[in-house]
T-cell receptor
Framework: AQSVTQLDSQVTVFEEAPVELRCNYSSSVSVYLFWYVQYPNQGLQLLLKYLSGSTLVKGINGFEAEFNKSQTSFHLRKPSVHISDTAEYFC?????????FGKGTKLSVIP | NAGVTQTPKFQVLKTGQSMTLQCAQDMNHEYMSWYRQDPGMGLRLIHY???????DQGEVPNGYNVSRSTTEDFPLRLLSAAPSQTSVYFC????????????FGPGTRLTVL
């Protein structure tokens, strides 16, 4: 069975500041990890994914995440956020047929 | 290429009514799934399908039925709506395989009075 814990339900940062959204996972099968973003009143869109290989994964819109097997973490980072990054972010782990989501982190970027 | 489409976008039902949420994809994806999104709960899997004629239950299947007669369509049926089914429903699809990205539809916001 898989599970995902997003450690912060809400994060507020100033524009141009760095941000880290934290995600811990557990999985009994091969680990495939995803970060999705949901802008207000829209569906989910893939930011990045880790399947294998390099533990540092780069995604769209300047986001990156680092897979840490020993700490079972997959934290999402951006060195300088914009107002347009205001959204809800979901970490997910993929099992054999199912995608298990965390409860989400709402990121608010203020000027 | 429209991707994943869902209809309707909004729906209000009375307790006990039935309805079908439509989902279609034009990417020839084998895998399709339905999630519900509730505040503070993330997305929870209702049902999924790995191909035409094959469906299975997810985490929260009670009160919902699905069928998959074609690769393109995966409707979700509420048999007797309850206020607890008030939620936003998302359909998603992906090429078959556990490493594949899922593509999400825009969602259906359902209110049950």
């Amino acid at each position: 069975a898989q599970s995902v814990t997003q450690l912060d339900s809400q994060v507020t940062v100033f524009e141009e500041a760095p941000v880290e959204l934290r995600c811990n996972y557990s999985s009994s099968v091969s680990v495939y990890l995803f970060w999705y973003v949901q802008y207000p009143n829209q569906g989910l869109q893939l930011l990045l994914k880790y399947l294998s290989g390099s533990t540092l994964v780069k995604g769209i819109n300047g986001f990156e995440a680092e897979f840490n097997k020993s700490q079972t973490s997959f934290h999402l980072r951006k060195p300088s956020v914009h107002i347009s990054d205001t959204a809800e972010y979901f970490c997910a782990v993929r099992g054999s047929y199912q995608l298990t989501f965390g409860k989400g982190t709402k990121l608010s970027v203020i000027p | 290429n429209a991707g994943v489409t869902q209809t309707p976008k909004f729906q209000v039902l009375k307790t006990g009514q039935s309805m079908t949420l439509q989902c279609a994809q034009d990417m020839n994806h084998e895998y399709m799934s339905w999630y519900r999104q509730d505040p503070g709960m993330g997305l929870r899997l209702i049902h999924y399908s790995v191909g035409a004629g094959i469906t299975d239950q997810g985490e929260v299947p009670n009160g919902y039925n699905v069928s998959r007669s074609t690769t393109e369509d995966f409707p979700l049926r509420l048999l007797s709506a309850a206020p607890s089914q008030t939620s936003v429903y998302f359909c998603a699809s992906s090429p078959f395989g556990s490493t594949d990205t899922q593509y999400f539809g825009p969602g259906t916001r359902l209110t049950v009075l």
